[in-house]
């Protein structure tokens, strides 16, 4: 009312809201903000330093936000709140470097706002981008000041950036960048120099400057499922808690395999039931840009309904979809506000790690509520689900993704496995028993100091130690470790009158890499009768 002059609450509009908060931000920036704070309030306790600028504009973007939500609800606006009271520009303007060169600057709004824009990802991964190319906008101007247009970016630039990337410390922890990191942000630039270039804007490189064998190979890891003594612990956990969005939230990421933010954007109508009744979850648009529908537990659908019923009392105004663009009745809201990942899952798995002991020292979680999600899709490829079916379930774009829980739960190495140790058997073969009990006999004493380093093949020994493992016979016509004797001799001519009607036939046929191979084995046979001085083969 102070900077309009208009005391009519109901003439607020979104941009008041979003200047207010730019406004906030402005004067938690200024460097007199202590001294200006105690002369507005000259009897309050403050504490000095970033913390204290820091603590006040969170507080006040929190209220600001509050009214968002409240004007939004009684329909007074119409762009859906968003946390932090925040524009996209504010965005770019808060993490691109001062002074920036404004042909660079330019460059990347417009890439970032297009991307937006058209949906041509999500706003994570525009986030994610937005970091990448503001490090490089960083460096450039750290070491390349002379650079004032990324057209004058080349690859000798890029490789110097690459270097320098991996000894980067994070913003967060001051450590280096892990691997995962450099892999994303090497990613998100190539990203931008490639699609630039095809829609051949100015004042960009016009060409790609990375490809994938630039970024560091990442380490494959397995998706750690959580084993069954401490699901069953977590499940009880689970069921005792009394937020009732939180619990169904939880269940549903135990037996929906859908991801966090699929499960905090259901809607009213998410529920339904197949033709025998058993209950399915229609799965919104999220990281694979596409809906799907899947059986769902029962325990998990009397949650959701529950949270249905829960949502449908309050009321609460339809949104604006930010993935979709339709307007949606949400079923994880409270006071008319969206949850959060946060609130819906961080918080709740807290609390059941708290009941359940499994945190550290200081209290914090030892397992994390995404391993929910992987343990559904281990048990689905141990119970013999098909990959195409772990693929709808878990919403993968590619087999690759869900062979990881084919490959570490493989039902039928499992089975043979167990029933090789059921059986008694043991890895180092049938004679395990004898060596660790000292009771060998004489006669096979005898044998091993006679052949233990000369394993019989058809023409000769093979020298290989035991631990070197098996090969393949063929092998012994090329192989260094290779010995035979004269007693072997008419074994090999032998083989090679057989060499030569198999060279003869092969020659009938035409097929002449046959008669070259033969050929080859025939020339290496003679080779061992000259060795052994064998006239009669001459």
Not at 159 to 166: A, D, H, I, K, V
Not at 473 to 485: A, E, G, H, N, V
Not at 495 to 509: C, G, N
């Given at each position: 009312?102070?900077?309009?002059?208009d005391?009519?609450?109901?003439?607020?509009?979104?941009?008041?809201?979003?200047?207010?908060?730019?406004?906030?931000?402005?004067?938690?920036?200024?460097?007199d903000?202590?001294?200006?704070?105690?002369?507005?309030?000259?009897?309050?306790q403050?504490?000095?330093?970033?913390d204290?600028?820091?603590?006040?504009f969170?507080?006040?973007?929190?209220?600001?936000?509050?009214?968002?939500?409240?004007?939004?609800?009684?329909?007074q606006?119409?762009v859906?709140?968003?946390?932090?009271?925040?524009t996209?520009?504010d965005?770019?303007?808060?993490?691109l470097?001062?002074?920036?060169?404004p042909?660079?600057?330019?460059?990347?709004?417009?890439y970032?706002?297009?991307?937006l824009?058209?949906?041509?990802?999500?706003p994570?991964?525009?986030?994610?981008?937005?970091?990448?190319l503001?490090?490089?906008v960083n460096?450039?101007?750290?070491h390349?000041?002379?650079?004032?247009?990324?057209a004058?970016?080349d690859?000798?630039?890029?490789?110097?950036?690459?270097?320098w990337?991996?000894s980067c410390?994070s913003?967060?922890t001051?450590?280096?960048?892990?691997t995962?990191?450099?892999?994303h942000?090497?990613?998100?630039?190539?990203?931008?120099c490639?699609?630039?270039?095809v829609?051949?804007w100015?004042?960009?490189?016009g060409r790609?400057?990375?490809t994938?064998?630039?970024?560091?190979?990442?380490?494959?890891?397995?998706?750690?499922?959580?084993?069954?003594h401490?699901?069953?612990?977590?499940?009880?956990a689970?069921?005792?808690l009394?937020?009732?969005?939180q619990?169904?939230?939880l269940?549903?990421?135990?037996?929906?395999?859908?991801?966090?933010?699929?499960?905090?954007r259901l809607t009213?109508?998410?529920?339904?039931?197949?033709p025998?009744g058993?209950?399915r979850l229609?799965?919104p648009v999220?990281k694979?840009?596409?809906?799907r529908?899947v059986?769902?537990?029962?325990?998990?659908a009397?949650a959701?309904?529950?949270?249905i019923?829960?949502?449908?009392a309050?009321?609460?105004?339809?949104?604006?979809d930010e993935?979709?663009g339709?307007?949606?009745?949400?079923?994880?809201?409270?006071r008319?506000?969206?949850l959060?990942?946060?609130?819906?899952f961080?918080?709740a798995?807290?609390?059941?790690?708290?009941?359940?002991g499994?945190v550290?020292?200081?209290?914090?979680?030892?397992v994390?509520?995404?391993?929910l999600?992987?343990?559904?899709?281990?048990?689905?490829?141990?119970?013999g689900?098909?990959?195409?079916?772990?693929?709808?379930?878990?919403?993968?774009?590619s087999?690759?993704?869900?062979?990881?829980?084919?490959?570490?739960?493989?039902?039928?190495i499992?089975?043979?496995?167990?029933?090789?140790l059921?059986d008694?058997?043991r890895?180092?073969?049938?004679a395990?028993?004898?060596?660790?009990?000292?009771?060998?006999d004489?006669?096979t004493?005898?044998w091993?100091?006679?052949?233990?380093?000369?394993?019989?093949l058809?023409?000769?020994?093979?020298?290989?130690?035991?631990?070197e493992?098996p090969?393949e016979?063929d092998?012994?016509?090329?192989c260094?470790?290779?010995?035979?004797?004269?007693?072997?001799?008419?074994r090999?001519?032998?083989?090679?009158?057989t060499e030569?009607?198999?060279?003869?036939?092969?020659?009938?046929?035409?097929?002449?890499?046959?008669?070259?191979r033969?050929?080859a084995?025939?020339?290496?046979?003679?080779?061992?009768?000259d060795?052994?001085?064998?006239?009669e083969?001459?």
């Amino acid at each position: 009312m102070l900077y309009r002059g208009d005391p009519d609450l109901t003439s607020i509009t979104v941009a008041d809201l979003f200047e207010f908060g730019s406004a906030i931000r402005a004067f938690a920036a200024r460097e007199d903000f202590n001294a200006l704070r105690r002369a507005l309030f000259p009897n309050g306790q403050f504490l000095d330093g970033p913390d204290a600028n820091r603590g006040f504009f969170r507080a006040q973007l929190a209220n600001l936000h509050a009214t968002h939500v409240l004007l939004y609800n009684v329909g007074q606006v119409t762009v859906a709140p968003r946390i932090g009271t925040r524009t996209i520009e504010d965005w770019t303007d808060h993490l691109l470097p001062e002074p920036c060169p404004p042909k660079i600057r330019e460059v990347i709004e417009r890439y970032l706002q297009l991307r937006l824009d058209a949906k041509l990802d999500r706003p994570q991964t525009v986030h994610h981008a937005r970091q990448a190319l503001r490090r490089l906008v960083n460096w450039l101007g750290a070491h390349h000041p002379e650079v004032t247009s990324l057209a004058q970016l080349d690859r000798a630039t890029i490789e110097e950036y690459m270097r320098w990337l991996p000894s980067c410390p994070s913003q967060h922890t001051g450590q280096p960048l892990t691997t995962t990191t450099v892999k994303h942000e090497l990613n998100a630039i190539a990203g931008f120099c490639r699609d630039t270039a095809v829609w051949e804007w100015a004042e960009v490189p016009g060409r790609p400057l990375l490809t994938s064998r630039d970024t560091p190979r990442r380490p494959e890891s397995i998706h750690r499922y959580l084993p069954q003594h401490e699901l069953d612990a977590i499940m009880t956990a689970i069921e005792d808690l009394t937020d009732p969005l939180q619990r169904a939230a939880l269940l549903l990421l135990r037996w929906s395999g859908a991801r966090r933010d699929e499960i905090r954007r259901l809607t009213w109508d998410c529920l339904d039931t197949y033709p025998g009744g058993h209950p399915r979850l229609r799965i919104p648009v999220g990281k694979g840009h596409t809906e799907r529908i899947v059986p769902l537990h029962p325990d998990a659908a009397a949650a959701l309904e529950n949270a249905i019923g829960l949502a449908r009392a309050q009321r609460s105004i339809a949104r604006i979809d930010e993935v979709t663009g339709r307007r949606v009745d949400y079923v994880f809201v409270r006071r008319g506000k969206l949850l959060s990942v946060k609130t819906l899952f961080d918080e709740a798995f807290r609390t059941v790690c708290g009941a359940t002991g499994l945190v550290d020292d200081r209290g914090s979680p030892t397992v994390s509520a995404h391993r929910l999600r992987h343990t559904l899709g281990t048990q689905l490829a141990e119970g013999g689900a098909r990959i195409q079916t772990i693929m709808a379930v878990l919403g993968h774009r590619s087999a690759t993704m869900s062979m990881i829980y084919s490959r570490i739960s493989d039902p039928e190495i499992r089975r043979q496995y167990e029933t090789a140790l059921a059986d008694g058997h043991r890895i180092a073969g049938p004679a395990a028993d004898a060596l660790l009990h000292d009771a060998l006999d004489d006669a096979t004493v005898d044998w091993l100091k006679t052949n233990f380093l000369e394993t019989e093949l058809e023409l000769g020994h093979c020298l290989r130690l035991p631990a070197e493992g098996p090969c393949e016979c063929d092998l012994m016509l090329t192989c260094p470790k290779f010995l035979t004797t004269s007693e072997y001799a008419p074994r090999i001519r032998a083989r090679l009158a057989t060499e030569q009607v198999l060279i003869d036939d092969a020659r009938s046929r035409g097929w002449d890499r046959e008669v070259e191979r033969h050929e080859a084995t025939c020339r290496r046979l003679q080779h061992l009768l000259d060795d052994l001085d064998d006239g009669e083969a001459q």
